[in-house]
């Protein structure tokens, strides 16, 4: 799955259009032009979705602190949004269809892949009551003639709509009450019945797939009135209801595979639009269509921010010896204070491989040693071992990148990976400044490392296809990437750079273009003089 995703409204960051996620995407930019904004959204989403929490957005959490919403909106005014805009070029996953007997037919007939292109979608954060609350969805498929938004009202998003293609969703609308129940950012809505269970004397709470089919099989019992069998009309549901082809298209099918008279008829009227029925039928289908559609969305791009990785711009410094914890550590700190650990926690293969992969980027191996409940790090080349804090403090901060673009070739697939996905696993690491304290040459190098893990990401024995964002004033860094592609070690539509500009520090807003190479590694749509002082 490609991804494009940009946010509104942010900080100096009042409008951009989507970016592609790239194989490797570098971000540049003068201090204060909204760089570090953008890409620390990145983690910001994600300690968002993985963090317990009573709000969509969690602006100060584990990985990036933006403050509260008031801090992190540009306009302050509480009727502004913040807004996350994403556009999924290929989309792939499986209907999840929930256990009730409404649904039992579904499960027989439908067909479980979903699949869908060209989908773009926004997410509105807004303020309300002193709380950050989700406000509205908007989702649109050019390809299916689709458009939904789902719009909530109040704290706890109790009052919603749902629009389809502009019409109001009649059958919702006046049986259902639209209701936000997750902090989820990316959950979907839920429909509770606006009359109580004269059982149980509580609003029944329905999946959209449960509460869809009830609707459509009450219009079309009403339409098609002749047939009793409620098996019929199920599996005529079902049918209804399966597949990826708009409802458009696929009257000739329901045709074909009725086996009632009276069935045929009634997908011959609906096809030619001559039913009075056709609006709110299609309606219904188009509204299951959305829903189904933000699910695999909601699927794809929570798994999508589960494997981002930080690496912020202030690494801790190496120390000469650091406590013998003995802990399993699974992923690098932003700041990097875990790296002895997680270097003591990989089994002697792994430390072997990730010593030769450093070797061949900077020519030195890495070495462990442990020594009555103590643990050092060591720089070796050939004979000779050094501890990392006697060769300069550099080092101490490119080995947590350089770990972090190994190990994410390396890392085993985690729990969060749903068992029905269709999608390969996607680890996107995200960094600030990884050439901090380098030797431009050693900056240059910062590229063959990234090429090189991408490239590794993409053979067949690798668990994870690998994405690098960094942002960075590196000039030498830009080159190489340039020389690489010029040298056939890298496809140039593997790489893009995206140039934030402003005209002052603080107050006007910024403007995001692209750059990218041509084949022969010159840059195309590049700042004339973008990194001199005069510009």
């Not at 989507?18 to 032009?33: D, F, K, Q, W, Y």
């Not at 979907?188 to 009359?195: H, I, R, S, Y």
């Not at 595979?257 to 045929?264: D, L, M, N």
């Not at 609906?270 to 039928?281: N, Q, T, Y």
Request: glycine share 6%.
């Amino acid at each position: 799955m490609r991804i494009s995703y940009s946010i509104q409204n942010i900080r100096r960051l009042a409008y951009m259009k989507p970016v592609e996620i790239r194989p490797i995407t570098v971000l540049v930019g003068r201090n204060s032009a909204g760089k570090s904004t953008f890409l620390r959204s990145l983690p910001l989403i994600r300690q968002s979705i993985e963090t317990r929490t009573s709000a969509p957005i969690l602006w100060f959490g584990d990985y990036v602190d933006f403050g509260d919403f008031k801090t992190a909106v540009s306009d302050e005014s509480s009727d502004k949004n913040a807004i996350f805009s994403f556009r999924i070029d290929t989309l792939e996953g499986r209907d999840r269809l929930p256990v009730s007997p409404m649904v039992n037919y579904m499960l027989r007939y439908r067909n479980n892949k979903i699949t869908s292109s060209g989908i773009e979608i926004d997410y509105f954060i807004g303020y309300e009551s002193g709380n950050t609350v989700l406000k509205r969805i908007k989702l649109s498929v050019p390809n299916e003639d689709l458009d939904c938004d789902i719009s909530y009202r109040g704290r706890a998003g109790t009052g919603g709509s749902v629009l389809v293609n502009g019409r109001s969703v009649e059958a919702i609308s006046s049986n259902y009450e639209i209701i936000n129940s997750s902090s989820n950012f990316f959950s979907l809505p839920t429909l509770a019945t606006k009359n109580k269970d004269s059982a149980s004397n509580a609003r029944r709470r329905n999946s959209y797939q449960e509460a869809l089919v009830i609707e459509l099989e009450k219009l079309v019992r009403r339409d098609v009135s002749r047939i009793s069998s409620n098996d019929t009309f199920r599996i005529e549901v079902a049918n209804i209801f399966s597949g990826n082809l708009p409802i458009e298209e696929k009257f000739d099918f329901l045709r074909k595979e009725s086996g009632t008279q009276s069935f045929r008829k009634y997908y011959s009227a609906l096809a030619m639009r001559d039913h009075s029925s056709f609006l709110e039928f299609i309606t219904i289908q188009k509204t299951y269509r959305a829903l189904q559609l933000l699910d695999a969305i909601s699927d794809n791009l929570s798994s999508f921010f589960q494997g981002i990785s930080y690496l912020g711009p202030a690494r801790a410094a190496g120390e000469r010896y650091y406590r013998k914890q003995e802990l399993e550590v699974s992923e690098i700190l932003p700041n990097g204070s875990n790296f002895p650990m997680f270097l003591d926690s990989l089994s002697n293969n792994q430390k072997k491989d990730f010593s030769s992969w450093v070797e061949k980027q900077f020519g030195y191996g890495v070495e462990l040693k442990s020594f009555e409940g103590h643990i050092s790090i060591n720089l070796r080349a050939g004979n000779k071992s050094v501890n990392v804090t006697d060769t300069g403090y550099g080092v101490s901060q490119i080995l947590p990148v350089l770990a972090s673009v190994w190990w994410s070739t390396q890392r085993p697939p985690d729990r969060w990976l749903r068992p029905n996905s269709l999608r390969r696993n996607e680890r996107t690491i995200v960094i600030e400044q990884p050439e901090l304290h380098l030797h431009p040459a050693h900056q240059a190098k910062l590229a063959d490392v990234f090429s090189k893990g991408v490239a590794l990401g993409r053979r067949d024995s690798s668990p994870n296809r690998v994405n690098i964002i960094c942002e960075t004033h590196s000039e030498a860094l830009i080159n190489r990437l340039g020389e690489l592609i010029e040298l056939g070690s890298l496809n140039n539509d593997d790489v893009q750079i995206v140039i934030f500009s402003a005209p002052d520090d603080i107050n006007s807003p910024t403007e995001v273009s692209l750059a990218k190479f041509d084949k022969n590694g010159a840059l195309d749509n590049w700042p004339f003089g973008f990194f001199n002082y005069s510009r």
